[in-house]
């Protein structure tokens, strides 16, 4: 029901709703939000009842918001993908420009199919996709129409790490991925106080840019050669890898 008062001011209306005053939500997305209570006390006031709330807990804060994309020469890069069907499936194309990463939100979709996502793969740019490794099949799907798609990291926890240690770019146009990245934070333990009261594990909603953004980085950061393309034979082939690992995979692509 919405609840209609006068603010402090005699010229201040205050119009109070909630989702349930949203008639056109599905059973799965209004379980999704009734469930918040069990995520995150700090999200359910705000999405559930509707009311003030008090973020803690922000997961990056190591990211700019610029007005567009500089010229990309010369970068390396890749698309993060996460899917959705009640919630959107999104793609993030992730760029690494010297050692500084640009994110652009590509994607962010409801309600779409996996042939939907490999539509729009058709009107893109060639390159990498790493994707939810949760959902192998509709990467495989994506395999067969003749991408390049691998998992995606399944570390959550090492995965942020890996994305807090960068430096990050964000044009203005992205518009979901800088509401995401700015709402994303810690899950809170009710049963303790100040810094050791967050878990390390982030509060699951609205966060599926945040999700494909780790997917990206992580794969762009550990693997051997150009993402996007094979170099030419004369080229070299620099690493980006923290390891010495994959001489194996770089000697069979020197002798393809």
């Known amino acids: 029901m919405v609840t ?6 005699a010229d201040v209306e205050v119009i109070h709703s909630t989702f349930l005053d949203n008639s056109y939500l599905s059973k799965e997305y209004v379980a999704l ?3 918040l209570i069990n995520q995150d006390e700090n999200s359910y006031r705000v999405y559930v009842l509707g009311e003030w709330g008090l973020l803690e807990g922000k997961i990056y804060t190591n990211y700019t918001v610029i007005p567009e994309l500089p010229v990309m020469t010369g970068a390396k890069w890749c698309y993060g ?7 959107p499936s999104v793609v993030v194309k992730v760029y690494l420009l010297g050692d500084k990463f640009y994110l652009e939100e590509r994607f962010y979709e409801t309600g779409k199919t996996n042939a939907d996502i490999i539509e729009f793969f058709s009107h893109e740019e060639r390159g990498d996709i790493y994707a939810d490794p949760t959902e192998k099949m509709m990467i495989v799907e994506i395999q067969r129409a003749g991408y390049n798609a691998f998992e995606g990291h399944k570390g959550v926890k090492d995965g942020i790490d890996l994305c807090q240690r960068q430096t990050i770019f964000i044009p203005q146009s992205s518009i979901h991925l800088i509401k995401e990245i700015q709402n994303y934070h810690w899950r809170k333990d009710k049963n303790a ?7 390390p594990e982030p509060v699951k909603f609205n966060d599926h840019l945040c999700d494909a953004m780790r997917y990206a980085i992580w794969g762009i950061t550990s693997r051997f050669g150009f993402p996007t393309q094979r170099p030419r034979a004369t080229e070299a082939i620099k690493s980006l890898t923290f390891g010495g ?8 692509w020197l002798k393809k």
């Open 4 to 9: 209609v008062y006068k603010g402090a001011e």
């Open 33 to 35: 939000l009734t469930d």
């Open 81 to 87: 993908l996460d899917f959705g069907l009640v919630n």
């Open 193 to 199: 106080t100040g810094e050791e009261s967050f878990l």
């Open 245 to 252: 690992i994959g001489n194996k995979v770089l000697d069979r």
